[in-house]
């Protein structure tokens, strides 16, 4: 429920009981409004607990934490990873921050795809809006430069031949695509291939740009929880070092 549901819940209560109140004291209007008024303040507390738990898990992890800053640094249309078609891409939850003194900018991303459907009983269009996906993104301004750039992501059956690394694990489980086959074999040397694959317990996308922006996508939807948050970082540490 959003902020303007729980406000409207309780604000909902408190004209119920009024109404009881004065039309003379109608224990049971006063009653269930009492209740709808407290149902939409227990919502709103527990919420709110839930945020203040996950500012603190947040910074456990970073530094110099702001939350919803008024300018982004992480546009999604920077990168080649491949997402879903649609019609609207939303962030939100944005959080800016600093990792081991690099700048780092995440939040969750919501993809919609927007359909017209012809409605029989008002012979009307109707705009309906679905979401077609869902995940975590982080941007990681990795401070240096690479020769190339790449791009990794899951690979699928219908996919066409991309660029190989020697790792037949991980060329068998995604995509490489870059500005350089050579030169990215030194990124992409045996040792970060390794801690890579040691990170595939999820399905996510990475693209490193050659000015060292490193943006990567974890495509599940779950939210940026303490497990998540120490995946992303260990993501990061792989690049970084």
Known sequence: MNGMGKRLLSILGLLIAIVGIVFGGNLVLVIVGCVILGLGQMIKDKEESTTSSMDVIIKEFFEDVQFN????MLNVSDTNIPLPKHDYCRGSGYV????????????????????EVLRDETGLWEKNENTVYTGEWMLCDLDQSF??????????????????TGNETFD??????????????EILN???????????????????????????AVHDGHGFNSENLQWFVDMIDVFRE
């Open 172 to 185: 068998k489980k995604f995509n490489l695509r870059c500005g350089d086959e050579k030169l990215v074999l």
């Open 96 to 115: 800016q921050a600093r990792y081991k003194g690099l700048d780092v900018e995440f939040c969750t991303l919501k993809l919609t795809d927007v359909t």
């Open 190 to 216: 045996s040792n970060r291939l390794e801690r890579i694959m040691a990170l595939s317990n999820r399905k996510f996308s990475i693209n490193l740009n050659e000015d060292g922006r490193l943006y990567i």
């Open 147 to 164: 020769n190339t750039w790449l791009t990794i992501y899951p690979r699928s059956l219908m996919d066409k031949q991309s660029s190989k």
């Open 69 to 72: 800053p008024n300018t982004h």
